[in-house]
């Protein structure tokens, strides 16, 4: 790997931590930039996917990303904090939200609404919008049966002066998975929805359906510009292509004990042990981000070995099958990393929890201390 400012991880380690790997993102935006076939977007909602929203916004940016794309203004300030300056859009927001503010640090705003649109024309400043279509999941983005009143609106208020319509945005619910028959409505709404916006004399140069998996499988989605979120921090999707996972989260093992055959661990008693074992003691739980659905399927790797996590995970901690020799406490547990040392990946643990990367990446809990690394834009990629 290339890790640039960092030692060895068992002789510094300490209490649970979370390593994130700059240089894996780095790669993952290079992948992805090559792929799109307009612009690229680093979506950095929910601090950058846990990874870090500054950092991996400036890494992206240093790789091919050439906006930034956050949920709520809130996200938006702090990268404006940051001294990021590109075009940045928002695109979740209450009617009430500071739009006025947005106009002044230059965010652009979506508009999903025909409420949101007043609220954004009336605020101070003139607002560049993004007018937001629903492509088919009944979530954010207008109603199809409100776009073109919702176009035409927004040509008056651009007219005034109020606004500037200078994008159009949808969002697929299938994505990843190619073929489902969702993707083709989804791209033909938002085909209309261009047509319509047209129609009704707006000239949007931004316009923008594809995500992380729709710009790894489908050009024809990609028109002006991607958003990719996931794709930077190693997961896709839909699984077609191999990005580099960014995150490696570790612990040592603060105790270790002998137990007999039959022994039951844990809260409810859920494992007993088969033989005469050494139990390992894990301080990470469903608090730090661990599911405790993953109980009595997940693994972690010890001395580059897997080994079962036994019995459930509680809030603070869980316990390790180390096996017949054990190991000395202090020595490292790693929970999941990119998988390159057999250690488990966010992957697996996802299928342990019936759930999604993106669900456990963005859980991490706040006593886990993190620690950045690389500093990848001061290298040149192969
Ligand atoms: C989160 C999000 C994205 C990024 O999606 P990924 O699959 O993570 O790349 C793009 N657009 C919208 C509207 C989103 O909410």
């Known amino acids: 790997m290339t890790n640039l400012a960092v030692s060895d991880r068992t002789a510094t380690a300490s209490g649970p ?5 700059l240089d894996a993102v780095a790669r993952n935006t290079r992948l992805l930039a090559d792929r799109a076939a307009g612009e690229l977007m680093a979506v950095v909602k929910a601090d950058g996917f846990g990874h870090g929203a500054v950092d991996v916004a400036r890494t992206a940016l240093a790789h091919g990303a050439t906006r930034l794309g956050v949920t709520s203004l809130d996200e938006a300030w702090t990268l404006r904090d940051a001294g990021l300056g590109v075009p940045l859009l928002s695109w979740l927001n209450p009617v009430d939200a500071d739009f006025a503010l947005a106009a002044e640090r230059d965010v652009d705003v979506a508009v999903p609404s025909a409420q949101h649109l007043s609220a954004v024309a009336v605020a101070p400043g003139r607002s560049r919008v993004h007018l937001h279509l629903d492509a088919g999941m009944a979530r954010d983005g207008a109603d199809p049966a409100a776009w073109g009143t919702l176009c035409r609106a927004a040509r008056r208020a651009e007219q005034r002066g109020e606004v500037e319509v200078v994008g159009v945005m949808g969002h697929l619910g299938c994505a990843d998975d190619p073929d489902d028959e ?10 209309w929805a261009l047509e319509t916006a047209r129609a009704a004399g707006l000239r949007p140069r931004d316009r923008h359906l594809a995500a992380t998996a729709a710009t790894l499988t489908d050009p024809r989605s990609h028109h002006t510009m991607s958003r990719v979120g996931a794709g930077l921090v190693g997961i896709d999707p839909s699984r077609s292509t191999r990005l580099h996972p960014a995150m490696t989260l570790t612990a040592p093992v603060v105790q270790v004990r ?3 055959g039959g022994t039951p661990v844990g809260y409810g008693h859920s494992h007993r042990t088969a033989v005469a074992t050494h139990l390992g003691l894990v301080p990470l739980g469903y608090a730090d981000g661990l ?7 997940a693994e972690v790797l010890v001395r580059g070995v897997r080994r079962p996590v036994v019995g459930r995970i509680s809030m603070d901690q869980l316990v390790v099958d180390l096996g017949e020799r054990g190991v000395d406490p202090g020595e490292t547990v790693t929970v999941f990393g990119p ?5 488990p990946t966010v992957a697996e643990w996802a299928t342990w929890a019936d759930t999604i990367e993106h669900e456990l990446v963005t859980g991490i809990g706040a006593r886990v201390e993190r620690r950045t690394l690389a500093v990848p834009h001061l290298r040149s990629l192969s």
Do not use: Q
């Not at 969702?182 to 085909?191: E, I, S």
């Not at 599911?291 to 399927?297: D, F, Q, T």
């Open 291 to 297: 599911p405790r659905l993953a109980s009595g399927r």
């Open 339 to 343: 998988g390159t040392h057999g250690e």
């Open 182 to 191: 969702c993707n083709t409505l989804g791209r033909t709404r938002f085909a």
């Open 17 to 21: 931590r979370l390593d994130i790997d």
């Open 258 to 260: 002998r137990v007999r």
